[in-house]
């Protein structure tokens, strides 16, 4: 059961992935831009906890969590790069 759900979640994460990727590539503005961006890295975040759901590897967690802190230090950059510059 719980196999299935990891399977499922993950094919939900890959749909969003490329939801994502779609609006990243053509959004009209750098802030639909970012905004994807930002969605993009959570579906990778998502993808590495379900990875080590999977494989039963804690290390993996730890892995994500500084991918957690790394992706939101980058967009509040590029955010206030885009609202007044740095």
Do not use: K, N, W
Request: no cysteine.
């Amino acid at each position: 059961m719980a196999e299935t759900l990891i399977q499922l979640a993950a094919a939900l994460a890959g749909l969003a992935l490329l939801l994502a990727l779609v609006r990243f590539l053509r959004g009209p503005s750098p802030g639909d831009r970012v905004v994807a961006f930002d969605v993009l890295t959570i579906v990778g975040i998502t993808g590495i906890v379900l990875a080590a759901i999977a494989e039963g590897r804690g290390i993996y967690l730890d892995v994500a969590l500084v991918y957690a802190l790394l992706s939101f230090l980058g967009v509040i950059v590029i955010a206030r790069y885009l609202e007044r510059g740095l």
